[in-house]
Structure formats: C-alpha cells, structure tokens
C-alpha cells in the first residue's frame, strides 16, 4: 500500500486514472529531441532551396526564407539534364526492382522447396556472397561491364546492382515457413513449378513481396557509386549522379545545389511517405537477417 501511495501523480483520463511513468516522459522528450535533431539538416536544405543565393551565404542562422522563391528550382530544371536523369533513374531503379524480386523469389523458391544435387552448396554461397560487401567487387564489375561493351548503357548500370542476396534469405525463410502440404496438394492437382510460385507462394506472401519491391526501388533509386562510374555520358546519367554534376557546374551556389537535392529526392520521400509501414518491415526483416 505504501508503495502505491508514494508512487507518480495520477492522471485522469475520463473516467478512469492511471499511474503515470516519469520514465514514460523521459523517453518522449529524448525522441522528441533526437527525430528534431534527425530532421534539421533536411528542413535546412528545404529552407535554403527556396532562398536565393546571395540570401543563403548571408551571415547569421536565418532558418525561414524572406520568401518562397523558387528560381534555384526553375534554374536547375532549365539549366541542366535533369529530366532526361530522372528517366533513366526510373528506368533503372524499376528494371532492378522487377528483375531483383522475381530472381530472388526465383532463387528462395528453389532452394526451399526443391531437392537438387548441390542445393546446399547454392545455399552457402548465398550466405557467403552476404558477407561480401558489394564495394568489393567494384572494380570487377567494371572491368566485366567494360570487356562486354556495356558502358554508358541501361545494361550495364542494372546487371551488377542485381546482386542482391538478402532479398534470397528472406524469401528461402518464407517459403520454409510454408507447409508442405500446399505444394504437393497443387502437385497432385497437375500445377507445375511456376505456377506453384506465382500463384500460391507469392501471393501468400504478397506483403513480403511488396516490402522487398519498395526497399529494393529506393536503394536503386539512391545508388551512387555504380552508376557514377558507368554512366560516363551526361546523357546517361541518373539523378544522384546528376546532382554532383550540377553542383560543379553553378559553383558555390547552395540554393541551386540545394534545389537539385531536394528534386532529386522527392520521389524516394514520396514513396517512404505512402509505404512507411512496408519500408518499415522490409527494414525490419533485412536488419532481421543481419541479425
């Protein structure tokens, strides 16, 4: 009794009261904190994408524009290949997120559910190529792509980047999960292998499919490295390479670099905005495997 009397103040909540935990506060207030934090250097550069550019070298900390101008997004858009890079970053970013899903799905579907000879071989090569971090092979991906006459192609940038075996793990774990008796009932009723995958196994495990789609548009969508090297030809370049070519080309101006960011990443803000809880699981199971 004595331990309930000197517990925290009561707040009342209609009819009803409860114990309210200062560490429930606490915790509230450091993620209030940490996400304001988190936020800033995106709000900066939102803020200073609508300045102009002698407003954003001025001195002082001036977080609100003097007004919504919007010339850095008019002068990047006119003054630079922008559309032509937002094509080939959808053209890319979808080509690796189809071919990456049904490979994956493919591969996860092969190595749970048939029985070959050297099944468990694929299987550990799967985990070992996990372990390889894919700027690692780099410069023998360059050296291929460039032998086969793929530079400066859609080929070339999307092959490599299809490399992708977490999306196998976590689909050979699905399917594992499966019973058994689903696919030998569909045997028995004449279904062959595909369409035992197509329209049994992935439409039973479409939010996983989805996930992993949405997860696998946006790290395509964000890639560098690779397609900075391949794309030598301006006009092959997509956004995030594209960006850095505009930077060194308007100099020291942060309001057109900035405007060129923000265009550059409004579709992958977009798209974690409208599937948050699907970028939220397929992150979950990845850091899952990882684990």
Partial sequence: MTDVLNATPIRVVGSRARFVDPAYWILNLLTAIFAAIWFFPVYWALATSFKTDDEAVKKGINLLPEGLHIDGYAFVIQNS????????????SVAVTVLTVIMAACAGYAISQLRFPGRKILWYLVLASFMVPVSALIVNHF??????????????????????????????NFFDSMPREYREAALIDGANEF???FR??????W???????????????????????V???????????GITAVQDAFGVAYARTLSGAVLASLPVALAYLIFQKKVTQAITLSAGIKG
């Fill in 200 to 205: 049994m196994f992935i439409p039973m495990n």
């Fill in 231 to 241: 794309a030598q030809n301006e006009k092959m370049m997509t956004v995030t390479v």
């Fill in 207 to 229: 939010g996983i499919t989805t996930a992993l789609a949405i997860i696998t548009f946006i790290g395509a969508w964000n890639s560098f490295l690779w397609p900075f090297l």
């Fill in 195 to 197: 369409q035992l995958l």
């Fill in 143 to 172: 050296i291929i792509i460039a032998d086969v006459k793929l530079l400066n192609t859609y080929a070339g940038m999307v092959l490599p980047m299809l490399i992708s075996p977490v999306t196998v793990i976590i689909y050979k």
């Fill in 81 to 92: 290949d922008l559309p032509i890079w937002y094509v080939n970053s959808i053209i890319t």
